[in-house]
């Protein structure tokens, strides 16, 4: 297949920028091409331009929807930067509220979410909270969301959950599914899954006490990604703690924002 030339590459990145806000440097030529080529020759097309009319057509058969998971698609494992699950355990401990909604804004699919009702969880039966909590995991790729509904992980994935956790809330594959492990259905009612595309309007989610929207900001361009996260503070309520990625640097946003750690914040208005 040929290489995929410079004014294909715009097209593409440019029609993702437009469709869902996502925004690709030049450097990142490279990663589009090596994603896209094994996709292209799989459905039968003979060159990134017919790809680039495939995906551009209103009955593109689900294409573009593909394209856009190839692309954003991301590693991800349970407990990733423990940091902020330890600031969130000490200030649940320290307020000990009666409920809790947390929103998984970026979820893909749903470490981070069932990480985080394995903490909720832990902390109501110690008596740290209270026992009616629920969470929210919304992503833009509809293939990460049927996985996280499935919570069905490799276990490396799971490599930072402690044993007392792995015990508690999973099930261990045997024969052919060994290596891998199911969330227990009594954490799994507890996480609700949903597609959402954060560069539209959205409202009526919230009001969330606890917002991550964590490693997801490095695809879009600088207005883009102020756009998004004050759109997303306005599902947190005053006072509620705000994640992002702490490689992700400063939050650019107008809502005002308390920082606490990196890459975690308190919204004002308390």
């Known amino acids: ?81 423990p940091a902020h699950y330890d600031l969130l355990a000490a200030e649940i401990t320290r307020n000990k509220p009666p409920s809790l909604r947390v929103w998984s804004a970026a979820s893909s699919f749903g470490d981070e979410a069932y990480s985080t009702a394995m903490l909720l969880s832990d902390l ?6 209270g026992s009616d909590w629920r969470i929210l995991g919304t992503d833009i790729s509809d293939r990460v969301l049927r996985s996280a509904v499935e919570a069905v992980y490799p276990e490396e994935r799971l490599r930072h959950v402690t044993p007392e956790r792995l015990k508690r809330y999973c099930l261990r594959g045997e024969g ?3 290596g891998l492990a199911l969330i227990q259905p009594r954490l799994r009612e ?22 991550f929207l964590r490693n997801v900001l ?11 996260v004050d759109r997303v503070l306005t599902q947190l309520r005053p006072g509620g703690l705000f994640f992002i990625g702490t490689a992700e640097g400063r939050v650019p946003c ?16 308390a």
């Open 1 to 81: 297949m040929q290489a995929l030339r410079d004014d294909t590459y715009r097209g593409i990145t440019a029609l993702m920028h437009e469709a869902v806000g996502l925004s690709f440097h030049d450097s990142k030529k490279p990663l589009v091409a090596s994603r896209l080529a094994q996709r292209i020759q799989r459905i039968g097309l003979g060159s990134f331009d017919d790809y680039l009319a495939l995906i551009s057509r209103p009955d593109d058969g689900g294409e573009f929807q593909m394209a856009v998971d190839l692309l954003t698609t991301n590693e991800t494992y349970f407990f990733r930067e």
């Open 124 to 129: 109501a039966l110690q008596g740290r909270m």
């Open 254 to 269: 107008d809502t005002p924002l308390q920082p606490l750690a990196p890459g975690a914040f308190r919204k004002g208005g």
């Open 190 to 211: 507890r996480v609700s899954f949903g597609q959402l595309n954060l560069c539209q309007p959205f409202d009526g989610l919230g009001p969330f006490d606890v917002v």
């Open 176 to 178: 052919a599914s060994a």
């Open 218 to 228: 490095i695809y879009f361009d600088a207005p883009t990604k102020r756009a998004v």
